[in-house]
C-alpha cells in the first residue's frame, strides 16, 4: 500500500545540496528520493533541481545526467519541476560568467549576468516582492526574508508583457522580484515551472511554508 504522500525527486546531477532540499520537502510532507534515474525522476508527482557552484558546470552535470531531456519532458506533459538557486538560472537562455556565455535550458528568455552590487556575493536574509495571485509565497506575509547566497542573477525579464506565454508555451509567468544593488529576478511561477534563486531549505520556517506550498500543487 502506497503512503498517500506525494513522491518527489531531487535531482543528483552532482551540483546541488541534495541532502538539505530532501530534509526540507520531507518534513513539508512528501516522501523524497535522492536520485538521478531518469524513469523515477519522469514518474514523480514532483521534481526538485538543486544547484549550486558555477552556470556551465551545472549545465554540463545536467546534460551529462539527461536532466535537460527529463525537465523537458516533464514540462511538456505539465508535470511540475522546482528549481532552487543555479537550478533556477539554468532555466533561462543563458549564462555568462567571466565573459563567457553558456546555453541553458531555455525555458525561459533572459540572461543570469554578475550581480550589481557593491558587496558579492549577495549572501544573507532579505526580502521580496511578490507579485499578486501568487500560490508559491500564499500565507506569507509581504516583508518575510528568505536566505540567498549568489553572484550572479537574471536583472531583465525579456518576456513581454502582452506575451501568451514562453518559450515552451507555459502560463503568463509570475515574477517575484529582490533587490541587492539592482533589482534582480528571485522567483518565478510559470504554469508547472516554478523556481527560486534563494534557497528554501535555508530559510526556516518561511522555506518550509514555500516547500508546502508547491506540495500541495502537486
Same mark, same amino acid.
Given at each position: 500500500?502506497?503512503?498517500?504522500?506525494?513522491?518527489?525527486?531531487?535531482?543528483?546531477?552532482?551540483?546541488?545540496?541534495?541532502?538539505?532540499?530532501?530534509?526540507?520537502?520531507?518534513?513539508?510532507? @512528501?516522501?523524497?528520493? #535522492?536520485?538521478?534515474?531518469? $524513469? @523515477?525522476?519522469?514518474? @514523480?508527482?514532483?521534481?526538485?533541481?538543486?544547484?549550486? /557552484?558555477?552556470?556551465?558546470?551545472?549545465?554540463?552535470?545536467?546534460?551529462?545526467?539527461?536532466?535537460?531531456?527529463?525537465?523537458?519532458?516533464?514540462? @511538456? /506533459?505539465?508535470?511540475?519541476?522546482?528549481?532552487?538557486?543555479? /537550478?533556477?538560472?539554468?532555466?533561462?537562455?543563458?549564462? #555568462?560568467?567571466?565573459?563567457?556565455?553558456?546555453?541553458?535550458? $531555455?525555458?525561459?528568455?533572459?540572461?543570469?549576468?554578475?550581480?550589481?552590487?557593491?558587496?558579492?556575493?549577495?549572501?544573507?536574509?532579505?526580502?521580496?516582492?511578490?507579485?499578486?495571485?501568487?500560490?508559491?509565497?500564499?500565507?506569507?506575509?509581504?516583508?518575510?526574508?528568505?536566505?540567498?547566497?549568489?553572484?550572479?542573477?537574471?536583472?531583465?525579464?525579456?518576456?513581454?508583457?502582452?506575451?501568451?506565454?514562453?518559450?515552451?508555451?507555459?502560463?503568463?509567468?509570475?515574477?517575484?522580484?529582490?533587490?541587492? /544593488?539592482?533589482? !534582480?529576478?528571485?522567483?518565478?511561477?510559470?504554469?508547472?515551472?516554478?523556481?527560486?534563486?534563494?534557497?528554501?531549505?535555508?530559510?526556516?520556517?518561511?522555506?518550509?511554508?514555500? !516547500?508546502?506550498?508547491? #506540495?500541495?500543487?502537486?
Amino acid at each position: 500500500m502506497g503512503t498517500g504522500k506525494k513522491k518527489v525527486v531531487v535531482f543528483d546531477y552532482g551540483f546541488g545540496n541534495v541532502r538539505s532540499a530532501e530534509r526540507a520537502v520531507a518534513r513539508a510532507g @512528501a516522501e523524497v528520493e #535522492i536520485t538521478r534515474d531518469p $524513469d @523515477a525522476a519522469m514518474n @514523480a508527482d514532483g521534481l526538485l533541481v538543486p544547484g549550486v /557552484g558555477a552556470f556551465s558546470a551545472c549545465m554540463r552535470g545536467i546534460r551529462e545526467a539527461r536532466g535537460d531531456w527529463i525537465v523537458g519532458r516533464r514540462l @511538456a /506533459g505539465g508535470r511540475p519541476v522546482l528549481g532552487i538557486c543555479v /537550478g533556477m538560472q539554468i532555466l533561462f537562455a543563458r549564462g #555568462i560568467e567571466h565573459g563567457v556565455e553558456t546555453e541553458g535550458l $531555455d525555458q525561459w528568455p533572459g540572461s543570469v549576468t554578475p550581480l550589481q552590487a557593491d558587496i558579492v556575493p549577495h549572501m544573507g536574509w532579505n526580502t521580496v516582492e511578490v507579485p499578486e495571485d501568487s500560490a508559491l509565497f500564499a500565507g506569507l506575509p509581504a516583508d518575510t526574508r528568505f536566505y540567498f547566497v549568489h553572484s550572479y542573477a537574471v536583472h531583465d525579464w525579456e518576456l513581454p508583457a502582452d506575451s501568451g506565454g514562453t518559450t515552451t508555451s507555459l502560463a503568463v509567468p509570475r515574477v517575484t522580484w529582490s533587490t541587492h /544593488g539592482k533589482p !534582480f529576478v528571485a522567483a518565478v511561477e510559470n504554469g508547472p515551472l516554478w523556481a527560486t534563486q534563494f534557497h528554501p531549505e535555508k530559510s526556516g520556517d518561511a522555506g518550509a511554508r514555500l !516547500f508546502t506550498n508547491w #506540495i500541495e500543487t502537486l
